[in-house]
Protein backbone atom coordinates (compact mmCIF):
# COMPACT_ATOMS: atom_id res chain seq x y z
CA UNK A 1 0.00 0.00 0.00
CA UNK A 2 1.10 3.51 -1.25
CA UNK A 3 0.43 6.20 1.35
CA UNK A 4 0.05 9.74 0.00
CA UNK A 5 0.42 12.64 2.18
CA UNK A 6 -2.29 15.22 2.00
CA UNK A 7 0.19 18.22 1.25
CA UNK A 8 1.08 15.98 -2.16
CA UNK A 9 -0.52 16.20 -5.44
CA UNK A 10 -2.76 13.08 -5.30
CA UNK A 11 -2.67 10.57 -8.12
CA UNK A 12 -6.50 9.95 -8.19
CA UNK A 13 -8.69 11.28 -10.70
CA UNK A 14 -9.65 14.61 -10.41
CA UNK A 15 -13.67 13.76 -9.42
CA UNK A 16 -12.63 11.32 -7.08
CA UNK A 17 -9.91 12.95 -5.27
CA UNK A 18 -12.71 16.15 -5.17
CA UNK A 19 -15.34 14.43 -3.51
CA UNK A 20 -12.67 12.54 -1.33
CA UNK A 21 -11.47 15.97 -0.34
CA UNK A 22 -14.96 17.69 0.67
CA UNK A 23 -16.23 14.47 2.51
CA UNK A 24 -12.93 14.84 4.58
CA UNK A 25 -13.92 18.08 5.24
CA UNK A 26 -17.19 17.54 6.18
CA UNK A 27 -15.71 14.36 8.98
CA UNK A 28 -13.78 17.34 10.72
CA UNK A 29 -16.86 19.35 10.55
CA UNK A 30 -18.41 16.73 12.75
CA UNK A 31 -15.76 16.19 14.91
CA UNK A 32 -17.00 19.45 16.15
CA UNK A 33 -19.94 17.37 17.78
CA UNK A 34 -21.37 14.78 20.18
CA UNK A 35 -19.03 12.24 21.57
CA UNK A 36 -17.15 13.08 18.97
CA UNK A 37 -16.33 16.43 20.70
CA UNK A 38 -15.67 14.99 23.84
CA UNK A 39 -12.87 12.77 22.67
CA UNK A 40 -11.03 16.01 21.32
CA UNK A 41 -11.30 15.28 17.88
CA UNK A 42 -11.71 18.57 16.82
CA UNK A 43 -8.26 19.33 17.72
CA UNK A 44 -6.36 16.64 19.03
CA UNK A 45 -6.62 14.81 15.35
CA UNK A 46 -4.52 15.55 12.40
CA UNK A 47 -5.23 12.96 9.20
CA UNK A 48 -1.64 13.02 7.68
CA UNK A 49 -1.43 10.78 4.52
CA UNK A 50 -3.92 8.00 3.30
CA UNK A 51 -3.31 4.94 0.65
CA UNK A 52 -4.03 4.17 -2.51
CA UNK A 53 -3.83 0.77 -4.29
CA UNK A 54 -1.92 0.64 -7.32
CA UNK A 55 -4.75 -1.15 -9.60
CA UNK A 56 -8.03 1.13 -9.15
CA UNK A 57 -7.22 4.09 -6.83
CA UNK A 58 -9.13 3.50 -4.27
CA UNK A 59 -8.46 4.72 -0.69
CA UNK A 60 -7.77 1.53 1.49
CA UNK A 61 -5.78 2.82 4.29
CA UNK A 62 -5.63 6.18 5.98
CA UNK A 63 -2.20 7.20 8.77
CA UNK A 64 -3.72 9.63 11.71
CA UNK A 65 -2.36 10.95 14.60
CA UNK A 66 -3.62 11.99 18.07
CA UNK A 67 -2.93 13.80 20.94
CA UNK A 68 -3.66 12.80 24.54
CA UNK A 69 -5.17 15.10 26.41
CA UNK A 70 -5.82 15.54 30.03
CA UNK A 71 -9.67 15.37 29.92
CA UNK A 72 -9.61 12.16 27.82
CA UNK A 73 -7.25 10.70 30.66
CA UNK A 74 -8.60 8.34 33.67
CA UNK A 75 -6.40 8.04 36.55
CA UNK A 76 -4.85 4.47 38.05
CA UNK A 77 -4.44 3.88 41.82
CA UNK A 78 -1.19 6.00 42.06
CA UNK A 79 -2.98 9.01 39.76
CA UNK A 80 -0.93 8.41 37.19
CA UNK A 81 -2.54 9.79 33.83
CA UNK A 82 -3.23 7.28 31.11
CA UNK A 83 -5.48 6.75 28.15
CA UNK A 84 -7.49 4.13 28.91
CA UNK A 85 -8.79 0.80 26.68
CA UNK A 86 -12.43 2.02 26.70
CA UNK A 87 -11.47 5.45 25.40
CA UNK A 88 -9.30 4.57 23.08
CA UNK A 89 -12.51 2.57 21.36
CA UNK A 90 -14.12 5.83 20.76
CA UNK A 91 -10.80 7.01 18.99
CA UNK A 92 -10.38 3.89 16.94
CA UNK A 93 -14.27 4.03 15.98
CA UNK A 94 -13.83 8.01 14.67
CA UNK A 95 -11.02 6.80 12.84
CA UNK A 96 -11.74 3.42 11.49
CA UNK A 97 -15.52 4.90 10.58
CA UNK A 98 -13.46 7.97 8.62
CA UNK A 99 -11.31 4.93 6.65
CA UNK A 100 -14.11 2.86 5.67
CA UNK A 101 -16.09 5.35 4.04
CA UNK A 102 -12.82 7.29 2.33
CA UNK A 103 -12.45 3.79 0.90
CA UNK A 104 -16.04 3.36 0.22
CA UNK A 105 -17.02 4.48 -3.71
CA UNK A 106 -20.56 5.35 -1.91
CA UNK A 107 -19.22 6.95 0.89
CA UNK A 108 -21.36 5.63 3.47
CA UNK A 109 -20.56 6.03 6.91
CA UNK A 110 -22.81 3.20 8.61
CA UNK A 111 -23.14 1.56 11.98
CA UNK A 112 -20.73 -0.46 13.80
CA UNK A 113 -21.01 -4.65 14.26
CA UNK A 114 -18.41 -4.99 16.09
CA UNK A 115 -15.18 -3.43 17.88
CA UNK A 116 -12.12 -5.30 19.06
CA UNK A 117 -9.29 -3.15 20.46
CA UNK A 118 -6.19 -4.55 22.22
CA UNK A 119 -3.87 -2.30 24.24
CA UNK A 120 -0.54 -3.62 24.62
CA UNK A 121 1.51 -0.99 26.89
CA UNK A 122 -0.12 1.55 29.07
CA UNK A 123 -0.24 5.12 27.04
CA UNK A 124 0.35 7.71 28.82
CA UNK A 125 -0.57 11.53 28.88
CA UNK A 126 0.26 13.81 26.11
CA UNK A 127 1.53 10.69 24.18
CA UNK A 128 1.30 11.44 21.10
CA UNK A 129 -0.54 8.29 18.62
CA UNK A 130 0.18 7.36 15.01
CA UNK A 131 -3.29 5.50 13.91
CA UNK A 132 -2.74 3.23 10.68
CA UNK A 133 -5.82 1.75 8.68
CA UNK A 134 -5.93 -0.79 6.05
CA UNK A 135 -9.68 -1.47 4.78
CA UNK A 136 -9.72 -5.00 4.38
CA UNK A 137 -12.68 -5.35 2.41
CA UNK A 138 -15.73 -3.04 1.55
CA UNK A 139 -18.58 -4.69 0.38
CA UNK A 140 -22.38 -4.01 -0.41
CA UNK A 141 -23.01 -4.62 2.89
CA UNK A 142 -20.11 -4.95 5.43
CA UNK A 143 -16.76 -2.86 5.26
CA UNK A 144 -14.20 -4.29 7.28
CA UNK A 145 -11.11 -2.47 8.75
CA UNK A 146 -8.13 -3.29 10.51
CA UNK A 147 -5.89 -0.60 12.90
CA UNK A 148 -2.69 -0.32 14.50
CA UNK A 149 -1.59 2.04 16.76
CA UNK A 150 1.82 3.42 17.44
CA UNK A 151 3.57 6.03 19.72
CA UNK A 152 5.12 8.49 17.09
CA UNK A 153 8.39 9.33 18.95
CA UNK A 154 9.55 5.66 19.14
CA UNK A 155 7.54 3.72 16.64
CA UNK A 156 6.47 1.40 19.59
CA UNK A 157 3.21 -0.35 18.57
CA UNK A 158 0.82 0.36 21.58
CA UNK A 159 -2.37 -1.31 20.04
CA UNK A 160 -4.56 -3.03 17.52
CA UNK A 161 -7.62 -4.42 16.37
CA UNK A 162 -10.14 -4.38 13.84
CA UNK A 163 -13.79 -3.03 13.14
CA UNK A 164 -16.66 -4.15 11.29
CA UNK A 165 -19.29 -1.80 10.22
CA UNK A 166 -22.48 -2.61 8.22
CA UNK A 167 -23.01 -0.45 5.22
CA UNK A 168 -26.28 0.44 3.93
CA UNK A 169 -27.82 3.75 4.51
CA UNK A 170 -31.10 2.79 2.27
CA UNK A 171 -32.39 3.91 -1.43
CA UNK A 172 -32.35 7.43 -1.14
CA UNK A 173 -28.97 7.74 -0.87
CA UNK A 174 -28.00 4.76 -3.29
CA UNK A 175 -29.56 7.26 -5.56
CA UNK A 176 -28.07 10.20 -5.07
CA UNK A 177 -24.32 8.51 -5.32
CA UNK A 178 -25.48 6.84 -8.46
CA UNK A 179 -26.52 9.80 -10.25
CA UNK A 180 -23.17 11.51 -8.08
CA UNK A 181 -25.42 13.86 -6.70
CA UNK A 182 -23.20 13.69 -3.84
CA UNK A 183 -22.70 17.40 -3.69
CA UNK A 184 -26.14 18.12 -3.09
CA UNK A 185 -25.76 15.31 0.15
CA UNK A 186 -22.88 17.41 1.37
CA UNK A 187 -25.04 20.73 0.93
CA UNK A 188 -27.35 19.35 3.63
CA UNK A 189 -25.17 17.79 5.53
CA UNK A 190 -22.65 20.94 5.41
CA UNK A 191 -26.26 23.11 6.64
CA UNK A 192 -27.05 20.72 9.53
CA UNK A 193 -23.63 20.83 10.77
CA UNK A 194 -22.88 24.15 10.80
CA UNK A 195 -26.63 24.60 12.22
CA UNK A 196 -25.75 22.26 15.25
CA UNK A 197 -21.90 23.73 15.78
CA UNK A 198 -24.11 26.57 16.63
CA UNK A 199 -26.40 24.51 19.46
CA UNK A 200 -24.55 24.11 23.46
CA UNK A 201 -26.27 20.66 23.18
CA UNK A 202 -24.11 19.58 20.51
CA UNK A 203 -20.73 21.32 21.28
CA UNK A 204 -21.05 21.24 25.22
CA UNK A 205 -18.24 19.16 25.35
CA UNK A 206 -16.05 18.62 28.76
CA UNK A 207 -16.62 21.10 31.49
CA UNK A 208 -13.18 23.29 32.69
CA UNK A 209 -11.63 21.03 35.49
CA UNK A 210 -13.41 17.71 34.80
CA UNK A 211 -12.14 14.49 32.72
CA UNK A 212 -14.19 12.05 30.45
CA UNK A 213 -14.73 9.96 33.43
CA UNK A 214 -16.96 12.74 34.78
CA UNK A 215 -19.43 12.30 31.87
CA UNK A 216 -20.14 8.47 32.23
CA UNK A 217 -22.35 8.37 35.13
CA UNK A 218 -23.55 5.13 36.05
CA UNK A 219 -27.38 5.90 37.56
CA UNK A 220 -28.35 3.58 40.81
CA UNK A 221 -25.35 0.79 39.96
CA UNK A 222 -24.26 -1.93 43.16
CA UNK A 223 -22.45 -4.43 42.63
CA UNK A 224 -21.96 -7.70 44.56
CA UNK A 225 -19.79 -11.04 44.35
CA UNK A 226 -21.54 -11.99 40.90
CA UNK A 227 -22.72 -9.14 39.21
CA UNK A 228 -23.37 -5.58 39.08
CA UNK A 229 -26.12 -3.67 37.92
CA UNK A 230 -27.41 0.26 37.28
CA UNK A 231 -28.51 1.90 34.55
CA UNK A 232 -27.34 4.91 31.71
CA UNK A 233 -28.70 7.46 29.54
CA UNK A 234 -27.59 8.95 26.38
CA UNK A 235 -26.90 12.96 27.09
CA UNK A 236 -25.24 15.04 24.20
CA UNK A 237 -21.44 14.66 25.29
CA UNK A 238 -21.95 10.46 24.20
CA UNK A 239 -23.67 10.70 21.41
CA UNK A 240 -23.13 10.34 17.60
CA UNK A 241 -24.40 12.46 14.51
CA UNK A 242 -27.73 10.37 14.80
CA UNK A 243 -28.50 11.77 18.62
CA UNK A 244 -28.26 8.00 19.54
CA UNK A 245 -25.34 6.30 21.53
CA UNK A 246 -22.20 6.57 19.75
CA UNK A 247 -20.38 3.40 19.93
CA UNK A 248 -17.20 4.89 21.21
CA UNK A 249 -19.55 5.76 24.36
CA UNK A 250 -20.76 2.54 24.32
CA UNK A 251 -17.21 0.83 24.80
CA UNK A 252 -15.81 3.80 27.42
CA UNK A 253 -19.27 2.86 29.80
CA UNK A 254 -18.35 -0.72 29.08
CA UNK A 255 -15.34 -0.28 30.94
CA UNK A 256 -16.69 2.17 33.67
CA UNK A 257 -19.02 -0.92 34.44
CA UNK A 258 -16.04 -3.03 35.18
CA UNK A 259 -14.20 -0.73 36.92
CA UNK A 260 -17.34 0.28 39.33
CA UNK A 261 -17.75 -3.71 39.77
CA UNK A 262 -14.95 -3.62 42.66
CA UNK A 263 -15.76 -6.82 43.56
CA UNK A 264 -15.69 -9.08 40.44
CA UNK A 265 -11.86 -7.57 40.13
CA UNK A 266 -8.95 -9.35 41.75
CA UNK A 267 -6.83 -6.63 41.53
CA UNK A 268 -6.92 -3.44 41.42
CA UNK A 269 -4.26 -2.28 39.99
CA UNK A 270 -4.59 -4.18 36.78
CA UNK A 271 -5.39 -2.09 33.53
CA UNK A 272 -8.45 -2.82 30.80
CA UNK A 273 -6.33 -5.20 28.40
CA UNK A 274 -8.41 -5.51 25.96
CA UNK A 275 -12.24 -4.95 24.36
CA UNK A 276 -14.45 -6.78 22.26
CA UNK A 277 -17.75 -4.94 21.67
CA UNK A 278 -20.84 -6.13 19.51
CA UNK A 279 -23.65 -3.66 18.74
CA UNK A 280 -27.25 -5.67 17.46
CA UNK A 281 -29.03 -2.16 17.51
CA UNK A 282 -29.50 1.82 18.01
CA UNK A 283 -28.98 2.51 21.24
CA UNK A 284 -30.74 5.35 22.87
CA UNK A 285 -32.42 7.04 25.49
CA UNK A 286 -31.82 5.22 29.05
CA UNK A 287 -30.56 1.31 29.46
CA UNK A 288 -30.04 -1.51 31.65
CA UNK A 289 -26.37 -2.17 32.12
CA UNK A 290 -25.19 -5.45 33.89
CA UNK A 291 -21.43 -6.87 34.40
CA UNK A 292 -20.98 -10.17 35.16
CA UNK A 293 -18.02 -12.74 35.34
CA UNK A 294 -16.96 -14.27 32.33
CA UNK A 295 -17.42 -17.49 31.82
CA UNK A 296 -14.52 -18.51 30.17
CA UNK A 297 -11.56 -20.18 32.30
CA UNK A 298 -9.79 -16.20 32.41
CA UNK A 299 -10.48 -15.21 35.65
CA UNK A 300 -9.55 -11.64 34.41
CA UNK A 301 -12.30 -11.10 31.99
CA UNK A 302 -15.57 -9.28 32.67
CA UNK A 303 -18.87 -9.41 30.20
CA UNK A 304 -21.16 -5.65 30.30
CA UNK A 305 -24.22 -6.29 28.63
CA UNK A 306 -26.79 -3.33 27.55
CA UNK A 307 -30.53 -4.33 27.55
CA UNK A 308 -33.55 -1.91 26.59
CA UNK A 309 -36.96 -3.19 27.51
CA UNK A 310 -35.44 -6.68 28.52
CA UNK A 311 -33.80 -6.34 24.55
CA UNK A 312 -30.46 -7.28 24.26
CA UNK A 313 -28.53 -4.38 22.68
CA UNK A 314 -24.89 -4.24 22.97
CA UNK A 315 -22.41 -6.34 24.88
CA UNK A 316 -18.80 -6.05 25.87
CA UNK A 317 -16.16 -8.67 26.81
CA UNK A 318 -13.40 -7.34 29.17
CA UNK A 319 -10.74 -8.33 30.13
CA UNK A 320 -7.55 -7.12 32.07
CA UNK A 321 -4.12 -6.76 33.34
CA UNK A 322 -0.89 -5.36 35.09
CA UNK A 323 0.84 -3.14 32.70
Given at each position: ?238 CNYLGTFHGGAICAYSEQAALASSSLLNDR ?55
Open positions: MKFITLAQKVKLPSNLESSHRRFLASAFQAWELGYSRTLGMHRNIAVQSYGTTDQIKNINGIVAEYTVSPEVCRKTVSSEAYLSCGILCGVVDEITSLSLMMGDRMFRPGVSVSLKVKMLQKISLNEKLLFKTKNIKIGKMLGFCDFDVFKEKCGTLVGNGNHIKFLPMGVAWDIIMKLRLESLLLKFYQKETLKRSNSIFWTKGIPEGESIKDQLPLINFSSNESIGKGQISVNSNLESLVSSMETYFYSALKGKLEVQSEQNNSTRSQCLDVLFEKDKKLMARSKVEWQKF
